[in-house]
Antibody
């Protein structure tokens, strides 16, 4: 059974950088899958942030591209998200997820439980 | 405003059927069969219930079905149960460089 678990600080200061890690179990981060991040502001809908392949190839949402960086840690079977220049508008539950292929052609079949990140001083 | 348009809410009584629509454009829903639907129970992560317009992942009840006509995809839930009360989101591949777009979500209330 594939399981994903987000971890990281729940509070980020304005203008700071969010750092989240997703630990994968039941699958290898080096498998032929794409690893995504999706966020959901409180009471609102879902927004795709981007995805990464184990080779390091990435696809990012253009609206966030200038502030996003994703990476893979093969030894830890993890992938990570960094989002810089955080504002209150970035307050959201951040989910990691797995897709069988890239760039939206496959659904997000497995999701983590989500991590609430609040931007506040 | 979300790229894909869904009704904010729908309701139905136990045993009835309901349909949730998801309207996009030829650049997303209308042009491809990469439409997915997700169920999000209160306080939980989204769960995939339909992929590629009308396919169900293993373990998802056959009371859930999906279809598409033109630029509009639809999710139908038959034989409504109280446990179906949740938010439902559609998603589609898009030729814009966003790659993935979601609908704004539909809250289903089982009366």
């Amino acid at each position: 059974q594939v399981h994903l678990q987000e971890s990281g600080p729940g509070l980020v200061k304005p203008s700071g950088t969010l750092s989240l890690t997703c630990t994968v179990s039941g699958d290898s981060i080096s498998s032929n899958k794409w690893w995504s991040w999706v966020r959901q502001p409180p009471g609102k809908g879902l927004e795709w942030i981007g995805e990464i392949f184990h080779s390091g190839s990435t696809n990012y949402n253009p609206s966030l591209k200038s502030r996003v960086m994703m990476s893979v840690d093969k030894s830890g079977n993890q992938f990570s998200l960094k989002l810089s220049s955080m504002t209150a508008a970035d307050t959201a539950v951040y989910y990691c997820a797995r897709s069988d292929c890239a760039a939206g052609r496959c659904a997000l079949a497995y999701w983590g439980q989500g991590a609430l990140v609040t931007v506040s001083s | 405003q979300s790229p894909l348009t869904q009704p904010a809410s729908v309701s139905g009584s136990p045993g009835q059927s309901i349909t949730i629509s998801c309207t996009g454009t030829i650049s997303d829903v209308g042009g491809y069969r990469y439409v997915s639907w997700y169920q999000q129970l209160p306080g939980k992560a989204p769960e995939l219930i339909i992929f590629d317009v009308g396919n169900r992942p293993s373990g998802v009840s056959d009371r859930f079905s999906g279809s598409k006509s033109g630029n509009t995809a639809s999710l139908t839930i038959s034989g409504l149960l109280a446990e179906d009360e949740a938010n439902y989101y559609c998603s589609s591949y898009t030729t814009t460089n966003t790659h993935v777009v979601f609908g704004g979500g539909t809250k289903l209330t089982v009366l």
